[in-house]
């Protein structure tokens, strides 16, 4: 007599019974039934998911050139032209904060790995001097 694995029904030598299996969770259903358990933690993944891809595609998203100014605009409000208006020097705010999500998700990138490695020699030090 061979037991089956999956199923511990006690089969006649030589036979061998398929059991049922486990579907594996589709990505998409995992997601939802994370997102109704969690929703504030969805609406996070959102947001920094919006923030990493503003991020990369800021020369594509920004209207305007971040760094030009326009001394005849300052302080303009919001328009069709400039989204979020315009600061003190007539530069474009919406183009000033697309490029400033590029400059803070790298930061935040280096800052982690740097973080990271440092941490990993120093637990690795200490770990071989035994301190």
Not at 7 to 28: D, F, K, N, W, Y
């Amino acid at each position: 007599m061979v037991e089956a694995p999956q199923t511990g029904v006690v089969l006649e030598a030589g036979t061998v019974e398929a059991g049922p299996r486990a579907q594996p969770a589709r990505r998409g259903h995992t997601l939802w039934r994370f997102a109704r358990r969690k929703p504030l933690g969805a609406a996070g993944a959102v947001l920094v998911l919006a923030m990493t891809g503003m991020a990369v595609f800021a020369d594509v998203l920004a209207t305007q050139d971040p760094v030009r100014t326009d001394a005849a605009r300052t302080l303009s409000p919001p328009s069709s032209l400039h989204w979020l208006g315009t600061d003190y020097l007539g530069r474009d705010i919406y183009s000033r904060i697309v490029h400033g999500a590029r400059v803070s998700l790298i930061v935040g990138i280096a800052s982690t790995l740097l973080g990271a490695v440092v941490g990993g020699v120093a637990g690795l030090l200490s770990g071989y001097v035994g301190a």
